[in-house]
T-cell receptor, first 114, second 114 residues
């Protein structure tokens, strides 16, 4: 099993450009998440999807949109990138609540917006 | 609302010395508690978790943590660290009454010196 995969690994955008970060998991997990990681701030939740067909805002959703394409895939879109969105983005997944909320993380996407 | 405070942003320690990384949380409901580790340029991986039962939890790589409900703490310990333990460590909390959000602390960078 590959676990959680993310593409691309690195990306440089100019202000105003758009892009989509892709995430897929092969663990048959119901829930998926997008976080951003900034120095000294830990991980902050952008959006999450509790189950296929549902998405909800997290702590820092402004400037982002998401799509839960199917049970495996959860994408994050930046419509008009801004320098404040320079960050490392992590996708994660977890099983049902009975599996205790433990999350499995992808390797991350390092995004720079100039 | 839940919050997580990691009391030290950086902890330098010599190889084979003991280490404690401190974590306090606040929550009005019962919670699950986690420690994750992040090695350079990688995603997070689970080190250990507290769900219920024994307050002393053992994890991978010789780490353990103790849940103290009265002090709302979940400190991580290792009796003898190795160079390979150099990484960033994140404390996290999830509600156990439903919902899918996990709140992460800001992280503690452990630096093990030879």
């Amino acid at each position: 099993n590959a676990g959680v995969t993310q593409t691309p690994k690195f990306q440089v955008l100019k202000t105003g450009q758009s892009m989509t970060l892709q995430c897929a998991q092969d663990m048959n997990h119901n829930s998926m998440y997008w976080y951003r990681q900034d120095p000294g701030m830990g991980l902050r939740l952008i959006y999450y999807s509790a189950s296929e067909g549902t998405t909800d805002k997290g702590e820092v959703p402004n400037g982002y949109n998401v799509s839960r394409l199917n049970k495996r895939e959860f994408s994050l879109r930046l419509e008009s990138a801004a320098p404040s969105q320079t960050s490392v983005y992590f996708c994660a997944s977890s099983g049902l609540p009975q599996v205790s909320y433990e999350q499995y993380f992808g390797p991350g996407t390092r995004l720079t917006v100039t | 609302a839940q919050s997580v405070t990691q009391l030290d942003s950086q902890v330098p320690v010599f190889e084979e010395a003991p280490v404690e990384l401190r974590c306090n949380y606040s929550s009005s409901v019962s919670v699950y508690l986690f420690w994750y580790v992040q090695y350079p340029n990688q995603g997070l991986q689970l080190l250990l978790k507290y769900l219920s039962g024994s307050t002393l939890v053992k994890g991978i790589n010789g780490f353990e943590a103790e849940f103290n409900k009265s002090q709302t703490s979940f400190h991580l310990r290792k009796p003898s660290v190795h160079i390979s333990d150099t990484a960033e460590y994140f404390c996290a909390v999830s509600r156990n009454t439903g919902g899918f959000k996990t709140i992460f602390g800001a992280g503690t960078r452990l630096f093990v010196k030879a």
